[in-house]
Structures are given as structure tokens and as C-alpha cells.
């Protein structure tokens, strides 16, 4: 019987798919991972397998296809249906190649066969797109923050419009159990305004639906401020989202940061994930960490951004702790001369409490958008979350 080993990066996954082939074609090859336990021909071979790795490569990414496919539809898919859209997005593939790989994703979990309706993505599925093929997501974050500045539509004159959510799932239970926390963060001026949103079982805000049995937590996210600038004629880069360290109630400095074209998840994210964070402190003594990004525009338009500033607030969405002045610097970051330097509130601030205190969600930032009508005061938190 033979046996197998992994060569360099070749996933598991796919190694009971090419078995037969490597058998046909290498039937001296031991496929594994110490190159030492092999004898030199084997190692020929090995390095001429290395080059059919491009092959693996096309695999996963026809595999990834199938699986964004499924979930942009947001229902289940027959393998025409899925062959149709791969087709219109220029993937060249057979209804009966996509069938196989349908099965092979049907005994990892990524998908979940339905009989006659076709197949839906799984969690885990979801999960895979998430993490797979991480090199490409590189700069991901920086251009979806340029994505959702063009793509929200709020207006702030009217009132009325689209502003970009973060969304947090939880069981009903546990949010009521930490809501004082979660509202002592709008209360004490760390959030990114004081407006919020709640979402119904069975609701989807961009890729994120929330499953039975939880509640779906929507906070403004503070890309918002992004667009609400964008409008007015004053464009805004996101330079870094970092760590603020709050003294007195009063903003320090930055002690972490991470820059948005080098990442492909948020670092506020990261901060809450990893316990990095202090809201409780913050909101308690008035000494802590809080989530905080840094925002540049150009010179001429400060007293523009002002302006705006003090409208946002007005209705609930300002999140502008500091704004700088031309070309210096502000709490230790330096700023190029013609722009002018800002500190926007993070936006997923309030349910970093859950993580304070031993609560695991799962949390996205910039999820999608929402109409504004949605949003209310988080004082109505209470009343609102016993309605649903």
C-alpha cells in the first residue's frame, strides 16, 4: 500500500482528488513532507510535481468561485445555476466538473446539500473564504474602506440615505446581560456616535445573515464620516487604525497601530479579539484603550470638516475626537505639510465589552449598509431589543 506524505504547501483537501493522477503518473512517488526520507530520483520527480502545484492553485480558486457563488446568492444553487454564474464571470468550467467539486466541499462541510434546491454555503464555508488565500487580501481592507466612501449614499442635509454598519452577533440573553457596559461606552463619548441598529434573525446586512436564536448589534461604523466628507468635496485617507491610550478622559497617544493597506482585516478587530483593549477602564476611572483611527484630508478643507463635524454630532453620528492643523503633527503622529491630521472614534467600541468580560461574538466591521432610518438612540436599546 502506498504512502503519503505532503509536499511543501499542498493542502490535504485536495490530495484524495489527484491521488489517481499522481499514481498514474508518478507510481514512484512517495507524495510527502520530508524531502530527506526520499531517494534522489523520487526527489526529481518531487521537484518536477512541484510544478503542477499551478495546478493545485486553479483548483482552489475554482473551488473559492463555486464557494462565493453560493454565498453572494444567498440561497441554495443547483450545479447549472452555479456553472451559469461562474460562466458570466469568465470561469471556464463544465456543469459536471462543478458537480465533483460540489461533493468534495459536501464532505469537508464547506457546503450542505439540499436534494433538488442545490446547495448552500455552511459556516464553515464561510469561514473558508474568509481566511484562504491570504497573500491576495493584502491592501483587501484599504480598498473595501474605498468601496463603501463611494458606494453610501447618506445625505446630511436631508437626512435620509445609506451609512456603513459594523455587525456583531449574539445570543439575546447575553447582550441584555451586558447592555449597561455597552451603553456606558455611547454614554461616556467612546463610540462613534450615539446612534445604533438591531437586526431580526433572518436579516443580511452585505455578507453577514443572522442565524436563528441571535440578534444582530449594528454600530455605525466611521467610514460613514468618510463619505459624509467625500460628498462635500473634501477626500479623506485612512491611514492606520490603532490603540488610543485615554488618560483623565482625555486622549494620550497611540499604542498599537496597524495601516489599513497592509492588512486584510480590521484592526480594531485584532485589538478586541486579542484582549488588547480597556473600554471598561476607560468608562470607569477614566484611564484605558480604546479603539481609534487616524484620518487625513487636505489642508484647504479644515474648516470645512469642521463644520461637518459639528452637523454629525448634532444627529447623533459624530466621531471626531481630535482635529489637527496643517501639516503638523497630532499625539505624536507626524502629518505631511498641505494635509491636516484627524482622530475618529472606532466604531465597534461598545461590543468590545463583550470580549472585556469573557463574552465570545463574532463581530465584522464595515458589513454593509444600512438606510438611516434604522438607526436610534442607544438610550431605546432596552425597549427596542424586547420588541424583536
Do not use: W
Not at 119 to 129: A, M, Q, S
Amino acid at each position: 500500500m502506498r504512502q503519503y506524505y505532503l509536499l511543501g504547501n499542498f493542502k490535504k483537501r485536495y490530495l484524495n482528488q489527484f491521488r489517481f493522477n499522481l499514481d498514474r503518473q508518478y507510481p514512484e512517488l512517495v507524495v510527502g513532507g520530508d524531502l530527506s526520507m526520499t531517494s534522489a530520483k523520487n526527489l526529481t520527480k518531487a521537484q518536477e510535481f512541484d510544478l503542477s502545484l499551478v495546478m493545485i492553485d486553479k483548483v482552489e480558486k475554482k473551488q473559492l468561485a463555486i464557494l462565493r457563488v453560493i454565498r453572494d446568492a444567498g440561497r441554495p444553487l443547483t450545479g447549472s445555476m452555479i456553472t451559469e454564474e461562474l460562466t458570466a464571470l469568465g470561469v471556464d468550467i463544465s456543469e459536471r466538473t462543478v458537480r465533483l467539486y460540489m461533493l468534495a466541499m459536501d464532505q469537508e462541510g464547506l457546503t450542505e446539500n439540499l436534494g433538488k434546491k442545490g446547495r448552500r454555503i455552511t459556516e464553515r464555508g464561510i469561514h473558508e473564504l474568509e481566511d484562504a488565500r491570504i497573500i491576495e487580501k493584502v491592501g483587501l481592507l484599504s480598498a473595501k474602506i474605498d468601496q463603501m466612501t463611494f458606494t453610501m449614499d447618506f445625505d446630511l442635509k436631508s437626512r435620509t440615505g445609506t451609512v456603513v454598519i459594523n455587525v456583531t452577533l449574539s445570543d439575546p440573553d447575553q447582550f441584555t446581560s451586558i447592555m449597561p457596559q455597552f451603553c456606558r461606552v455611547y454614554k461616556e463619548g467612546y463610540a462613534m456616535g450615539r446612534l445604533m441598529t438591531l437586526l431580526q434573525p433572518g436579516e443580511r446586512v452585505g455578507d453577514i445573515l443572522v442565524p436563528e436564536g441571535k440578534v444582530g448589534i449594528g454600530t455605525v461604523c466611521s467610514i460613514t464620516l468618510n463619505g459624509v466628507l467625500l460628498q462635500h468635496g473634501v477626500p479623506v485617507t485612512s491611514r492606520f487604525g490603532g490603540l488610543l491610550e485615554i488618560r483623565d478622559k482625555k486622549p494620550t497617544r497611540f499604542v498599537e497601530m496597524i495601516t489599513y493597506d497592509g492588512t486584510s482585516i480590521d484592526p480594531l478587530e485584532v485589538f478586541i479579539r486579542s484582549g488588547m483593549t480597556d473600554y471598561i477602564g476607560a468608562t470607569e476611572t477614566g484611564n484605558g484603550r480604546i479603539g481609534a483611527s487616524f484620518r487625513e484630508f487636505p489642508a484647504a478643507g479644515r474648516n470645512k470638516v469642521k463644520d461637518l463635524a459639528r452637523r454629525l454630532e448634532e444627529i447623533g453620528l459624530g466621531g471626531f475626537m481630535r482635529i489637527g492643523f496643517p501639516g503638523q503633527q497630532l499625539l505624536e503622529i507626524p502629518v505631511i505639510e498641505g494635509r491636516v491630521g484627524a482622530i475618529v472614534i472606532g466604531g465597534l467600541n461598545p461590543v468590545s465589552v463583550f470580549e472585556e468580560t469573557g463574552r465570545r461574538v463574532y463581530s465584522r466591521a464595515l458589513a454593509g449598509l444600512i438606510s438611516f432610518d434604522r438607526l436610534f438612540h442607544y438610550a431605546e436599546l432596552e425597549d427596542r431589543l424586547r420588541k424583536l
